[in-house]
């Protein structure tokens, strides 16, 4: 029942307010849908990490975040949970278009975040599509038209936004930009501008990185807004 649902999910969404952060432990804790939990529970993942603790209330609450935290802190999750739960929130549907762009440095990262995904995201009903070349550009492109969730690395995206005049994200909720130290030093600068440039301007970004150099500073203030700064280090 829709309604039903509508108000199950407003109640979900005042309850990220009063999420303590300090107090997080199991991710069943958080207010996050049943869909989204049971896709956890069964990747057999029962805690958040740091960096996942230290940004869902922000990510839930739709600010920008610069999030930094060394690889293998678990960023990959912390930037999908909250688009599920936002697209679920939305009650998005397959003729919502892309309502979620994660932007990766290269094909073999795109496909580990689109197998979590598909992990993770099992038991909602959106689509995820990956953006990647190999492929056909009209082949893509077509597929695209039909993704909830676009996983791509920069140089392919931006070659179907030139190629591609109705290249259609007006939707666009949330765009993440994944290691985003990894994008610069491979040399995407240029790229990384020129599509955010493209896109609308009322979404939410998340930008993660495992080092805060300065041309992610310099990303960052390109692309986010009024962020906030999450920084998880090594403990001793
Ligand atoms: P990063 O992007 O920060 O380098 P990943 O997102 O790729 O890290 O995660 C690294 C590994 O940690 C992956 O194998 C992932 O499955 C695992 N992982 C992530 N979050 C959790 C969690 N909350 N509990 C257990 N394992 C996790
Ligand atoms: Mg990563």
Known sequence: NKSEEHVFIEKLQEKYDTID???INR??????????LKGLK???YVKPTEIQKETIKLSLMEKDILGAA???????????????????????TKLDGVGALVITPTRELAYQI???????????????????????LKFERNRMDQCNIVICTPGR????M????LFDCVNMQILVLDEADRCLDMGFEQTMNAIIANLPLKRQTLLFSATQTKSVRDLARL??????????????
Not at 114 to 136: N, P, T
Request: charged share 25%.
């Open 114 to 136: 689109f197998e979590a995904l598909r992990r993770v995201g099992e038991h909602h009903d959106f689509s995820a599509g990956l953006i990647i070349g190999g492929k056909d």
């Open 21 to 23: 952060v300090n107090n």
């Open 162 to 165: 030139d190629e591609n005049p």
């Open 27 to 36: 991710f069943a804790d958080l207010p996050l849908s049943s869909k989204t």
């Open 42 to 44: 069964e990747c057999g």
């Open 70 to 92: 060394k690889t293998g802190s678990g960023k990959t999750l912390a930037f999908l949970i909250p688009i599920l739960e936002r697209l679920y929130c939305k009650q998005w």
């Open 223 to 236: 692309s986010l807004k009024d962020p906030h700064y999450v920084s998880v280090h090594e403990h001793s």
């Open 157 to 160: 995206l931006l070659q179907h």
